[in-house]
């Protein structure tokens, strides 16, 4: 529980008594919340949160019984909306839940260890039930007043997540997620309670990031209202069109604004997901070679076969937190993979053979150069790390990590070569050898 002086505001004992009295197992009502606490297997071992700026809105995308499953056994969540209102809570509130993933807003990164992070069961498109509505409203509310939290700092993920440099955007761009974006709307924020929101993205006005998906951009960012005029109005002109904040139903097609990338993320290049060229033509993620003449108007369809393709994100239902990590899973170029982090001092391969070697030092020589024109099957990459160093009999983990040594976003690559996240790490049992890696 908070103590005093800690930033909130009257009334916080109230309702830290009220937050207490849903700790326990069953159903139990706050505030005219029915939550359930159900803490999954990552619970106990998550470090606490230095401190809570931020709450980070998610949707599912997906049904209700098995993202639920998912987010409880990964602690992927705080808090859970059903689509009948309930509300379950997956990880006690103080601890750390890796809901954000590869993260920033104005400029701090790892939104992890700085927000909440509420569930929502639903799409990214669609305006959630009723009861969700006024569940979420309620929730919020309470999570507001106990930590101080203004209305402009309740994010949705899509505002907050980023992608590194790839084949179609070889720099770090805002739009990797569309997850949520229906509470970046105008109305949707009114009917949850909150009367304010970001007028504009900090990183991306601040050169830190480039927009990589512009349609996504104009619905978190619409565009603002003229300014009144001073001198009297002007006859009254017809209302211009509403812009739906919405995505259209063409939203799995390509347009001079809408990548495949943007349409399918980290899955573009996958055989499960399908090209329909406008000729009816039909070319799988991992057959397509022509990126940049795919034609206007090609549909996007995902989930469309149980083949591995040719460069995957390590299985999301495999570890806790994978947003930094690669795997090479058929020979492939780096630069069309990673864009210009592909020759970076903070991306690191971590090749099968055992040797670990950054970006910038492969770049450096002949045979660096080489490995990068051709990534063998089996490479590790960590994009956006730095190898803090191996662990010795005279180098503990407080030396090297301090109390970020089992966060969620440090990894551990332990004599053997397999890799561990900070979550699957015990502290006391750290073979000597083992290389550590820490988030830019």
């Given at each position: 529980?908070?103590?005093?002086?800690?930033?909130?505001?009257?009334?916080?004992?109230?309702?830290?008594?009220?937050?207490?009295?849903?700790?326990?197992?069953?159903?139990?009502?706050?505030?005219?919340?029915?939550?359930?606490?159900?803490?999954?297997?990552?619970?106990?071992?998550?470090?606490?949160?230095?401190?809570?700026?931020?709450?980070?809105?998610?949707?599912?995308?997906?049904?209700?019984?098995?993202?639920?499953?998912?987010?409880?056994?990964?602690?992927?969540?705080?808090?859970?909306?059903?689509?009948?209102?309930?509300?379950?809570?997956?990880?006690?509130?103080?601890?750390?839940?890796?809901?954000?993933?590869?993260?920033?807003?104005?400029?701090?990164?790892?939104?992890?260890?700085?927000?909440?992070?509420?569930?929502?069961?639903?799409?990214?498109?669609?305006?959630?039930?009723?009861?969700?509505?006024?569940?979420?409203?309620?929730?919020?509310?309470?999570?507001?007043?106990?930590?101080?939290?203004?209305?402009?700092?309740?994010?949705?993920?899509?505002?907050?997540?980023?992608?590194?440099?790839?084949?179609?955007?070889?720099?770090?761009?805002?739009?990797?997620?569309?997850?949520?974006?229906?509470?970046?709307?105008?109305?949707?924020?009114?009917?949850?309670?909150?009367?304010?929101?970001?007028?504009?993205?900090?990183?991306?006005?601040?050169?830190?990031?480039?927009?990589?998906?512009?349609?996504?951009?104009?619905?978190?960012?619409?565009?603002?209202?003229?300014?009144?005029?001073?001198?009297?109005?002007?006859?009254?002109?017809?209302?211009?069109?509403?812009?739906?904040?919405?995505?259209?139903?063409?939203?799995?097609?390509?347009?001079?604004?809408?990548?495949?990338?943007?349409?399918?993320?980290?899955?573009?290049?996958?055989?499960?997901?399908?090209?329909?060229?406008?000729?009816?033509t039909r070319v799988s993620g991992d057959r397509m070679r022509d990126w940049d003449e795919i034609p206007l108007g090609t549909r996007v369809l995902l989930d469309q076969a149980k083949r591995v393709g040719a460069l995957l994100l390590d299985d999301d239902d495999a570890?806790?937190?994978?947003?930094?990590?690669?795997?090479?899973?058929?020979?492939?170029?780096?630069?069309?993979?990673?864009?210009?982090?592909?020759?970076?001092?903070?991306?690191?391969?971590?090749?099968?053979?055992?040797?670990?070697?950054?970006?910038?030092?492969?770049?450096?020589?002949?045979?660096?150069?080489?490995?990068?024109?051709?990534?063998?099957?089996?490479?590790?990459?960590?994009?956006?790390?730095?190898?803090?160093?191996?662990?010795?009999?005279?180098?503990?983990?407080?030396?090297?990590?301090?109390?970020?040594?089992?966060?969620?976003?440090?990894?551990?690559?332990?004599?053997?070569?397999?890799?561990?996240?900070?979550?699957?790490?015990?502290?006391?049992?750290?073979?000597?050898?083992?290389?550590?890696?820490?988030?830019?």
């Amino acid at each position: 529980m908070t103590k005093p002086g800690g930033g909130i505001g009257s009334g916080v004992w109230a309702l830290a008594l009220v937050g207490a009295l849903v700790c326990f197992s069953g159903v139990a009502r706050a505030g005219g919340l029915r939550i359930r606490t159900d803490f999954g297997p990552e619970n106990a071992g998550r470090p606490l949160r230095p401190e809570t700026r931020y709450i980070v809105l998610h949707t599912t995308e997906g049904r209700e019984t098995g993202s639920l499953r998912k987010l409880r056994k990964l602690g992927e969540a705080h808090y859970f909306v059903h689509r009948d209102g309930r509300v379950t809570r997956l990880l006690d509130r103080h601890r750390i839940a890796t809901h954000a993933g590869r993260s920033m807003w104005n400029g701090r990164t790892e939104l992890d260890e700085v927000s909440l992070g509420i569930e929502v069961s639903g799409y990214h498109d669609r305006v959630p039930t009723r009861a969700q509505l006024a569940a979420v409203k309620e929730l919020v509310r309470q999570l507001q007043s106990l930590y101080g939290i203004p209305d402009d700092r309740v994010l949705t993920h899509s505002m907050v997540a980023y992608g590194t440099a790839n084949r179609f955007h070889p720099y770090r761009h805002r739009g990797r997620k569309r997850c949520a974006m229906v509470f970046a709307r105008a109305d949707v924020r009114e009917r949850i309670g909150l009367t304010d929101a970001p007028r504009h993205d900090p990183d991306v006005r601040a050169g830190r990031l480039r927009v990589g998906d512009r349609e996504l951009q104009r619905t978190l960012y619409p565009d603002p209202p003229p300014r009144r005029a001073a001198r009297p109005a002007p006859p009254p002109k017809p209302a211009p069109p509403v812009r739906r904040a919405s995505v259209d139903v063409g939203a799995d097609t390509i347009t001079p604004d809408r990548t495949a990338w943007s349409i399918a993320g980290r899955a573009y290049a996958s055989a499960s997901t399908v090209y329909v060229l406008p000729d009816g033509t039909r070319v799988s993620g991992d057959r397509m070679r022509d990126w940049d003449e795919i034609p206007l108007g090609t549909r996007v369809l995902l989930d469309q076969a149980k083949r591995v393709g040719a460069l995957l994100l390590d299985d999301d239902d495999a570890r806790p937190y994978v947003d930094g990590l690669l795997l090479v899973s058929q020979p492939a170029v780096a630069a069309d993979l990673l864009g210009s982090a592909a020759e970076a001092s903070t991306t690191t391969y971590l090749f099968p053979s055992g040797s670990v070697r950054t970006g910038a030092e492969l770049s450096a020589g002949a045979e660096g150069r080489g490995l990068l024109q051709r990534l063998p099957s089996g490479t590790r990459v960590l994009v956006g790390y730095v190898n803090a160093g191996r662990v010795t009999s005279t180098r503990n983990l407080t030396r090297i990590a301090g109390d970020r040594w089992n966060y969620p976003s440090t990894y551990y690559r332990v004599p053997g070569g397999s890799i561990r996240s900070g979550t699957e790490i015990d502290g006391r049992r750290v073979p000597t050898g083992t290389l550590v890696f820490f988030r830019q």
